[in-house]
């Protein structure tokens, strides 16, 4: 009895100790500042947007903010769950995918694009120079911004009925005026074009290949092109001018910006880049980040798909943003200190990058107030 006796006060000492050495461990969660949440509130309240979800994620855990409405005919309040157009963020996932098939052995950064195109589709440069697959991702591959016989029957969804035959058509009619990595210059049809060949290079579609190998490998269901029927349920409906407008259809330029998710969702993609989420893209989500390239101003760089942008003062930031008719999006992180943010918003027009880069680093200003 006396040795039972001792071996329970030698467990309520352990116990007591754990508990006290837990309480010294900080445990909150990351959390947006009231002050970047007035400036949420003035930019709905003005009509800038219709409504905003900021997620913000550091090495403590995560906390969302949303205000506003879905729709203007739905006044719903957007969440963590609410799905949103996320636009030209679209291309860090075909630069994910672009690695994450380098490291599986079906690419290479180096293969000429007609390797993988139709033998009947050529593309030259008056150089006679390759176009290659990194420098679709690097955006220097001298291909233009949208290709010349983009003509949308309905503007209000201009991709829609732009097809694979007409890309191959623009590529053949295509005379490369630049050298392939001489010149920085966003391109839409590049991007999308890289997509459109790692479908031809692995026998799946786009969808499916963001499906399998990025959104189910990392844990983000409600990561797709296609829309089930609970996602529609909860889509914000994208506004121009106060109006709203239809959503976007990229068929043949999907790795351009055809995606569409959630701020929790998003919040899961920049854990797995940042390192705070354990998977086996890890490595090829380092390979995206490594600056290649100059991207129009001495300050920032391109990587595969992602932006680097180092101010003079704090952190440098890895990011992306995304424009659809009538949706805007930022995407950004920083290692030192180790912080991630996502601005979803339902409204074109200028956008809300500031916010993003403002939190991730607050030398960086914010727009003045609408």
């Known amino acids: 009895m006396v040795r039972f006796s001792n071996y329970m006060k030698r467990k309520r000492y352990v116990l ?24 949420v509130r003035d930019r709905v309240d003005s009509g800038k947007t219709v409504g905003m979800v ?22 719903r309040v957007p969440g963590k769950d609410t799905v949103f157009e996320i636009g030209s963020i679209s ?24 390797t993988y195109l139709p033998k009947d589709v050529k593309v030259r440069g008056d150089s006679g120079a390759l176009i290659t697959m990194e420098s679709l991702s690097v955006q220097n591959s001298g291909l233009p911004r949208l290709p010349k016989n983009l003509r949308p029957k309905d503007p209000k969804n201009p991709y829609a009925d732009y097809s694979v035959e007409d890309m191959y058509k623009a590529l053949s ?11 920085y210059e966003y391109s839409n049809f590049g991007v999308g074009l890289l997509g459109h060949l790692l479908e031809r290079s692995s ?19 409600e990561t797709r092109i296609t829309l089930s029927d609970d996602m529609k349920s909860r889509l914000a409906k994208g506004h121009a001018d106060g109006k709203e407008v239809p959503n976007w259809d ?50 920032m760089q391109i990587g595969l798909g992602w932006h680097i942008l180092t101010p003079e003062t704090g952190p440098a930031i890895t990011w992306h943003n995304g ?6 999006s930022f995407a950004g992180f920083t290692q030192d200190p180790l912080m991630g943010v996502i601005v979803l918003t339902n409204s074109s027009g200028a956008g809300d990058d500031d916010i993003g880069f403002h939190l991730l680093n607050d030398s960086l200003p914010l727009a003045p107030s609408p």
């Open 173 to 183: 009619r295509l005379r490369v005026k630049r050298e392939v990595g001489e010149a």
């Open 203 to 221: 026998g799946l579609t786009y969808e499916e290949l963001v499906v399998e190998r990025i959104a189910t490998v990392l844990g983000m269901p």
């Open 91 to 114: 291309k860090v996932f075909t630069a994910t995918l672009l690695a994450d098939a380098v490291s599986r052995g079906e690419v290479r950064y180096e293969d000429s694009i007609e």
């Open 54 to 75: 900021i997620g913000l994620v550091d090495a403590h855990g995560v906390s969302y903010y949303g205000y506003g409405k879905m729709a203007e005919s739905d006044d």
């Open 250 to 299: 990229l068929p043949a330029l999907a790795g351009a910006g055809a995606i569409r998710s959630t701020a929790q969702d998003m919040i899961v993609f920049l854990e797995a880049n940042m390192g705070l989420r354990e998977s086996s893209l890890h490595e090829s989500m380092v390979e995206t980040h490594l600056p290649r390239a100059q991207a129009g101003h001495d300050v």
């Open 323 to 328: 424009g659809t008719g009538g949706y805007r």
């Open 16 to 39: 007591l100790f754990v508990l006290l050495l837990l309480s010294s461990v900080r445990t909150h969660s990351a959390e947006i500042p009231e002050a970047m949440m007035n400036v």
